[in-house]
T-cell receptor, first 111, second 116 residues
């Protein structure tokens, strides 16, 4: 069945460092891909999305490109801030009206 | 303000004591869903509802029930809770089912349930 694998955390970086969180998927067809962010004590919020191959989703300085050939959707940000500390979830929307989430990656940014 | 609300936010209970976690949205969304979040497992879908009186099982439905009598409400019912249902629960809603991902899913703030 469909699945999402993302890099395990926690990831700890210094402020202004470059961020990459890897995400790969297994799915039939061409699912839509998403990154959600969960700040402490809150529900998930959609960060960005891409609905077809080669699309690039972007928001708040974060970017991710839908790579069909490598079945990947890695999250990147050029210069992280302390306020980016959160848990990040990669997800896909399958053809079966289901949402499959990765296990989440906890990101901590040091001042 | 567009939002999904859940109650209670925190609940400690004992094995076998029936409980209900309420979920309500004010956006006239047709699609609603319940998830549980466990460390290292991400979010797993419990049940979802396409519309009033239309519900279906997600990936981990055992031990749970839901109902959708009104469009805005989607309560999660644990008839006989057990310790393995200790988890963080999220309700979510969107205008339409997430087939294409065009409609954003809105998540509630979560309910932390502990079953002793």
């Amino acid at each position: 069945g469909d699945s999402v694998t993302q890099m395990e955390g926690p990831v700890t970086l210094s402020e202004e460092a470059f961020l990459t969180i890897n995400c790969t998927y297994t799915a039939t067809g061409y699912p839509s891909l998403f990154w959600y962010v969960q700040y402490p004590g809150e529900g998930l919020q959609l960060l960005l999305k891409a609905t077809k191959a080669d699309d690039k989703g972007s928001n708040k300085g974060f970017e991710a490109t839908y790579r069909k050939e490598t079945t990947s959707f890695h999250l990147e940000k050029g210069s992280v801030q302390v306020s980016d500390s959160a848990v990040y979830f990669c997800a896909l929307y399958s053809s079966a009206s289901k949402i499959i989430f990765g296990s989440g990656t906890r990101l901590s940014i040091r001042p | 303000e567009a939002q999904v609300t859940q109650n209670p936010r925190y609940l400690i209970t004992v094995t076998g004591k029936k409980l209900t976690v309420t979920c309500s949205q004010n956006m006239n969304h047709e699609y609603m869903s319940w998830y549980r979040q466990d460390p290292g497992l991400g979010l797993r879908q419990i049940y979802y509802s396409m519309n009033v009186e239309v519900t279906d099982k997600g990936d981990v439905p055992e031990g749970y029930k839901v109902s959708r009598k009104e469009k805005r409400n989607f309560p999660l019912i644990l008839e006989s809770p057990s310790p393995n249902q200790t988890s963080l629960y999220f309700c979510a809603s969107s205008l339409s089912p997430p087939r294409s991902g065009e409609d954003t899913q809105y998540f509630g703030p979560g309910t932390r349930l502990t079953v002793l």
